[in-house]
């Protein structure tokens, strides 16, 4: 439904233009330091003004509705509400009998029996990636607090087959039309140790939450879909000390559904945006019968350019998750570490001695 997690808990609310929307945080340890102005950084990155994003402004401000006293967090379920300001909803009173090619009224029609809030996309909408962002805040000062400085770094590394995203991105806006994007995300000083085997491996937890993400179509870590056309000798990560290092990191810093103490390494794959104001043929439901169907409305012409930090702060609350689990489940936490025997030290293990 609407929930991710399962100790580090999400749940998202609301609709595009609706009262406003949030995020629920079930499971966020006590005494974490949080205020407003932690969340500044990465709305800002969110944030539309750019060219190729959308003409809709809205401040963003984030209200701690619940689980924050004094400056940190209580354990109770952390609330937090953006409101909804800058809203044009007269540009989406078609979209029932014409359904816009690519979007998800259609379905949304189909699957709520025609009840569902079609102004904006309602609850389908990427407004909603807002409580996305401000769930992964907490989620790496929950990973800095407990594993120290575990560093993200987000970038996008094409747009429309092109590395000049800028210029992409420009004639796409000038001729009225879209463009797709690749956006990569590196983690870099975080421990070995987390996920699970098969379902819930590191990969899967993380896939899952990034296919959440509207205009996600494609996930790979490491040299991901390039490994189909290696062979082993190339793909495969020779160590190269006894901290556990490799010489090309192909694996994306996971190994058996587990994280290796390398960097983390994934990429995204973001479709152009589907509303796009060039006229399109597409069918008319009421009337029956084809139509030409020209969307109005504000638009982002690439959606990587705002949703890059979507992507890196999705990446976050599953790996806070699986910290939270690990932590919880493993009998190893409170053990020395396993090449402790050698007189090696892997300061990227999960498995710290408590001594």
């Known amino acids: 439904m609407n929930s991710f997690g399962t100790l580090f808990k999400v749940e998202i609310f609301g609709e595009s233009h609706g009262v406003g929307v949030g995020v629920v945080l079930d499971g966020c340890p006590a005494g974490i330091v949080l205020q407003k102005e932690d969340f500044e950084e990465d709305l800002a990155r969110r944030r539309s003004g750019a060219l190729g994003t959308t003409p809709r402004s809205e401040k963003d401000a984030p209200t701690l509705v619940s689980g924050v006293y004094r400056g940190k967090t209580t354990g109770a379920p952390l609330c937090i509400y953006f409101a909804n300001e800058n809203i044009h909803s007269a540009d989406y009173g078609d979209f029932q009998a014409v359904p816009r090619p690519g979007h998800a009224d259609f379905v949304a029609q189909i699957k709520y029996g025609g009840f569902a809030d079609m102004r904006g996309s309602g609850h389908f909408s990427g407004r909603l990636t807002l409580g996305l962002v401000a769930a992964g805040v907490v989620a790496k000062k929950v990973l800095q607090a407990e594993l120290g400085k575990v560093k993200f770094c987000t970038r996008i590394t094409e747009a429309g087959g092109q590395q000049d995203v ?27 140790g987390l996920g699970q085997p098969f379902f819930d491996s590191c990969e899967s937890t993380i896939a899952h939450i990034l296919f959440s993400i509207p205009g996600i179509r494609g996930v ?18 020779p160590f190269v000390d006894a901290a556990g290092h490799t010489a090309k990191n192909g694996a994306g810093g996971i190994n058996g559904g587990i994280t290796n103490g390398n960097d983390l390494v994934l990429r995204v794959a973001f479709k152009p945006t589907s509303s796009i104001f060039k006229p399109q043929e597409t069918f008319d439901f009421v009337q029956n019968k084809p139509t030409t169907l020209q969307i109005r409305g504000r638009h982002d012409a690439c959606i990587a350019l705002r949703g ?28 020395p570490e396993p090449l402790s025997q050698t007189g090696a030290e892997n300061s990227n293990s999960l498995f710290r001695s408590s001594t």
């Open 166 to 192: 800028a210029a992409a991105v420009a004639a796409a806006t000038a001729d009225g039309d879209s463009v797709g994007a690749v956006v990569e995300t590196c983690v870099s000083t975080l421990p070995a």
């Open 220 to 237: 790979e870590f490491g040299d991901g879909f390039a490994a189909a056309r290696m062979r082993g000798q190339q793909h495969n990560d």
């Open 308 to 335: 890059a930090v979507v992507v890196e702060d999705a990446v976050a609350i599953a790996l806070a998750d699986l910290f939270l689990l690990a932590r919880a489940t493993s009998p190893f936490l409170t053990q």
